[in-house]
């Protein structure tokens, strides 16, 4: 009835509202004056061009979903299409245009790839994603990592956490960089050296289009050898100030923005988030543990553009997160680390906070540099909890990082064949990292790790190219290098690709390139303890872990809405840190726990290999609806100091996603969308229990023999998500609904020796669970 009610009270009006944007050059950046921007199927038709500053301002846009065209004499055609337009916010749109090579004096409309990635020096395993998305696909918590878990290539390494497994890679071996600079993990709950975590501190309502990397990425990127995220962030409404409140899974949330003053674009935007899952608990949705989580976020950028300095920018996230478990609150429902009689505390902070400025010394050349101070803290406490005795630390840790960033990068456009890159970065580290564990074999407290306020820096310089011989043939090519002073490593990666276009919308790439990344900082200062007392940092002098990549890509638009891509890959990993003696340990296998192993005496001698096939058939949103299929069938085995070939923990063998979404326009002010999710993968493989041991020593004894040979049963599950938007004048609601594991799937987790059964006892991912999501913008 209130749908009902509200459907009526907006159909008597029809809303509309103010798209505006900025057009540039992709390459050189400088703007564009004179392109014509046109909101299509619009009458009377809607049509502006840019000024002397490339930008436009289209008034009295119906809301809903609208296709915007940009021509302009000398660049292709570019069109948006589906943008949605709401009554409750401005749309602010950065248009970047490609310079022809050929037929300069002709418009030429091309086909429309809405996920071509935004770095220009992208050619395969790239795309871009867009929020939107984000917030439409079921069973994506509008989180970024989840979302690119839909992804060919991609799976998640579970529903807790929102770590992923790219080609079989430990999750650990993905780079989050945002604005141009390499940051910690940003999810609340993170533990030190790890990706991910339950609840991402990246707002949606803060970024903008963004970047995914699964393989052979651009020179620009290093210390990562799996996957890239490069994020941006929007800028905010610098003519209007505007509002978001939202209600839901992320938290109660306020965010605003607009301009500092009318007389220049400069502008503000500012989000704050703050959340405690003790909703959920009332609802009776167990995550695995007991205790109610608590965070809070705040996410922040100032953009002051067209000075006659440049452009200046101001940008920060950052978020805390505590969580406390009592030993006497805990049920049969919590995961089984945490059936003991201690008492757990565990806390994470994160922060970054950057300057930056882009300059143009003329309309081809630019250079950015950004400047940033970012952190990371884990603090964890864990108590006996017998009522018979007084409560005694087993375990404690308080482990900050503290990184201080300088990266600038210059771009040369000499022509719209040639384009060149030189870029350069420098990271100082303050950490410290002090733990404290007592060994039961001498009831003794010993420190795992240990560096106090030890300084590091690690360096990074890179130059690449693009070539266009044609419009149909572009060459791409450069080098990476890296050097960590700590110990003095470094590396050289040199990488290239070329992309042949031999029809209007069909085109083969291939990509090689080599990739390395740091050891999880804190494995360096990891001590091996002697029972005399003293102690060795046995991996100090570790390298790079190194991967070579070799991708093939096809390629086929084909429409503007529909589309086909077809990937084969093969990566080789060495240089992987295993044990000095004889294991089936290696670093490979990073991520399988919810915290970093601390092993000693490690060595680079390790190897690795992933090869694949990934099929990716999508129809971009039109016509009211839109689906996605990928399917991944890899392998991915490693050798470890044993020197036998083994499975990798996340060797699943196969992926396959189907998402699909339908949109019912009731009216022009309103709509209804229902979107559904199905997975289907092979689960994680594990390491199973010596069953006859462990009984002898009423302890788990793991059976290593048979190291990651078994593999937990298929993972299927099924969401579903109905969401309602209504415009008001001048105000814009969206009330969703999602409802995670339909069928109420009980994938398993993972699964440990239970000694006072004498069982192994069986631990399940979330089973049936729903969300909501209450949002206004105005």
């Not at 960033?405 to 100082?428: R, W």
């Not at 392998?635 to 100091?641: H, L, M, P, R, V």
């Not at 298929?714 to 969401?723: A, E, H, T, V």
């Amino acid at each position: 009835m209130l749908l009902i009610a509200i459907n009526f009270a907006v159909s008597q009006n029809f809303y509309t509202q103010t798209i505006r944007g900025n057009i540039v050059d992709i390459q050189s950046q400088s703007t564009i004056t004179g392109a014509y921007v046109k909101v299509l199927e619009t009458s009377p038709l809607l049509v502006v061009t840019s000024d002397a500053n490339g930008d436009f301002v289209i008034e009295n846009v119906p809301v809903g979903m609208q296709n915007i065209e940009v021509q302009m004499i000398g660049y292709e055609t570019v069109t948006l299409r589906n943008v949605k337009v709401t009554s409750g916010k401005e749309m602010i749109l950065k248009i970047e245009m490609t310079e022809k090579v050929t037929d300069i004096n002709k418009v030429v409309v091309t086909g429309y790839k809405k996920d071509k990635p935004l770095n220009d020096m992208a050619n395969v395993s790239a795309r871009s994603f867009s929020v939107e998305e984000a917030n439409q696909y079921a069973g994506t918590w509008h989180d970024p990592a989840r979302m690119a878990a839909n992804y060919a290539g991609v799976m998640a390494m579970g529903d807790q956490r929102n770590d992923i497994i790219i080609r079989g890679n430990s999750p650990l071996s993905v780079l989050w960089r945002l604005e141009g600079i390499d940051i910690p993990n940003p999810n609340h709950f993170g533990t030190m050296g790890t990706t991910g975590g339950p609840i991402s501190i990246l707002n949606n309502n803060t970024l903008s289009n963004s970047d995914f990397f699964t393989g052979a990425f651009p020179a620009e990127y290093g210390n990562a050898t799996a996957g890239v995220f490069d994020l941006k962030m929007r800028n905010g409404n610098y003519e209007n100030t505007e509002y978001t409140v939202q209600v839901g899974m992320n938290g109660f949330e306020i965010g605003m923005e607009g301009p500092f003053s009318k007389k220049s674009k400069a502008s503000y935007l500012v989000d704050y988030r703050y959340s405690t899952l003790q909703f959920f608990d009332i609802l009776g949705i167990n995550f695995g543990i007991s205790g109610i989580p608590q965070y809070q976020d705040l996410t922040f950028k100032v953009n002051v553009p067209n000075t006659k300095a440049g452009n200046f920018a101001l940008f920060g996230v950052g978020g805390v997160s505590h969580i406390l478990a009592l030993s006497d609150d805990r049920d049969e429902d919590d995961w089984s680390f945490g059936k003991n009689d201690l008492d757990f505390s565990f806390g994470s902070n994160m922060g970054v906070v950057g300057f930056s400025n882009q300059y143009f010394f003329n309309t081809t050349t630019r250079i950015k540099t950004v400047v940033a101070v970012s952190g990371s803290q884990n603090t964890t406490r864990v108590d006996s909890a017998f009522e018979d005795k007084p409560s005694e630390l087993y375990y404690g840790d308080n482990s900050y990082e503290i990184k201080y960033s300088a990266t600038t990068k210059f771009t040369k456009k000499f022509n719209a064949k040639n384009t060149l890159n030189i870029g350069a970065s420098i990271d100082f580290y303050d950490v410290n990292y002090e733990d404290s564990v007592k060994r039961a074999i001498d009831n003794r407290f010993i420190h795992l790790s240990e560096a106090n306020d030890k300084n590091m820096a690690y360096f990074q310089t890179y130059v690449q190219c693009q070539h266009k011989f044609n419009q149909d043939l572009t060459l791409y090519g450069g080098v990476h290098f890296q050097y960590f002073n700590l110990n003095n490593s470094f590396n050289f990666e040199p990488r290239t690709s070329i992309k042949w276009k031999f029809t209007d919308n069909q085109s083969i790439s291939l990509g090689a390139g080599m990739h390395s990344q740091l050891q999880p900082r804190l494995v360096y200062f990891t001590k091996t303890n002697y029972f005399d007392g003293t102690y060795a940092y046995t991996n100090h002098d570790l390298d790079f872990s190194k991967s070579n990549h070799v991708v093939l890509s096809y390629d086929y638009n084909i429409n503007n809405d529909l589309r086909l891509k077809v990937e084969t890959y093969y990566q080789h990993l060495y240089s992987i840190p295993v044990e000095i003696k004889s294991s089936t340990y290696s670093s490979i296998n990073y991520g399988t726990k919810f915290f970093l192993d601390r092993v000693d005496s490690l060595q680079n001698t390790g190897t690795g290999q992933n090869y694949g096939l990934e099929i990716t058939f999508e129809k971009f949103l039109s016509n009211n609806y839109y689906f996605l299929v990928t399917t991944s069938l890899f392998n991915s085995k490693y050798t470890a100091s044993d020197e036998i070939l083994r499975n990798t923990a996340y060797n699943g063998n196969y992926v396959v996603n189907f998402l699909t979404g339908y949109t019912f326009e009731i009216n022009a002010n309103n709509s209804i969308s229902i979107d559904f999710k199905t997975v289907a993968a092979g689960n994680k493989r594990y390491i199973p229990v010596d069953m006859e041991a462990s009984a002898i020593y009423e302890t788990e004894i793991p059976d290593y023999s048979q190291a990651f040979v078994p593999q937990y049963d298929p993972y299927f599950r099924l969401d579903g998500r109905i969401s309602y938007n209504v415009n008001f004048k001048n105000v814009s609601a969206d009330i969703a609904f999602d409802v995670q594991n339909l069928t109420n799937n009980k994938n398993i987790l993972m699964q440990s020796y239970d000694p006072a059964t004498n069982q192994i006892r069986t631990d399940y991912q979330l089973g049936f669970f729903y969300v909501f999501l209450i949002r206004i913008q105005f």
